[in-house]
């Protein structure tokens, strides 16, 4: 069966300090993988999504990056945090394909807050 | 473009049935619905296609009307296990390849008293 990995849990982390989460994805191949960010009581905003490895579309222009460096693992970063980045991010895998037909599986999340 | 989820917010007791509604402005491929506890992760619910089909397990379903862009989830005799909040999520039907891009509704918080 498929797992999806996500770390930290949670992070504090000052303003201007830089950022790296972590995802890793087990038990498939070649997976769709997402990255989305929430704020506190609204809906979930897609931040980057890959098809491959190397392969990064960004949904939203910001300080932060992307990275896929292996098939199932998916990289969020930023060189100097800002207050505005403080929320809850979550990683997502789907089955690859070109369309929107198949099931995002999340990750349990990094709650980051920036002080 | 954002999907407009309906109602905001819900409350029932145990037993009682809902609706949550989700509508786009702009042609859909997809709906998918998801289901998230206070402080976890979404849950997959179901994905609908465009064609217009119905879908549903236990006593949670959901419809797509292609012509309304309108996709409905029906939450019958509900649990108390059915509290969350519910998100749409849509892909448009822009004629190409979308990858699993989904536009999320802004929730529907969804509260079943004993």
């Known amino acids: 069966s498929q797992t999806i990995h996500q770390w930290p849990a949670t992070l504090v982390q000052p303003v201007g300090s830089p950022l790296s989460l972590e995802c890793t994805v087990e038990?498939?191949?070649?997976?769709?993988l997402y990255w989305y960010r929430q704020a506190a009581g609204r809906g979930l905003q897609l931040l980057f999504y890959?098809?491959?490895?190397?392969?990064i579309s960004s949904e939203v222009p910001q300080n932060l990056s992307a990275s896929r460096p292996q098939d199932r693992q998916f990289i969020l970063s930023s060189k100097k945090l800002l207050l505005s980045d403080s929320g809850f991010y979550l990683c997502?895998?789907?089955?690859?394909?070109?369309?929107?037909?198949?099931?995002?599986?999340f990750g349990d999340g990094t709650r980051l807050s920036i002080l | 473009q954002q999907p407009v989820q309906s109602p905001q917010a819900v409350i029932l007791r145990e037993g009682e049935d809902a609706v949550i509604n989700c509508s786009s402005s702009?042609?859909?491929?997809?709906v998918h619905w998801y289901r998230q506890k206070h402080g976890e992760a979404p849950v997959f619910l179901m994905i609908?296609?465009?064609?217009?089909e119905q879908k549903g397990h236990d006593k949670i379903s959901a419809s797509f009307n292609e012509k309304k862009q309108q996709s409905s989830l029906y939450l019958t005799a509900s649990q108390l296990s059915y509290s969350g909040t519910y998100f749409c999520?849509?892909?448009?039907?822009?004629?190409?390849?979308?990858?699993?891009?989904?536009?999320f509704g802004q929730g529907t918080i969804l509260t079943v008293h004993p």
């Open positions: 997502a895998w789907s089955r690859p394909g070109l369309y929107s037909n198949q099931p995002q599986h």
């Open positions: 038990g498939t191949s070649n997976p769709n």
């Open positions: 890959s098809v491959g490895i190397g392969q």
């Open positions: 702009k042609a859909l491929y997809s």
């Open positions: 609908l296609l465009k064609g217009g």
């Open positions: 999520g849509t892909a448009l039907n822009a004629g190409g390849t979308s990858y699993g891009k989904l536009t």
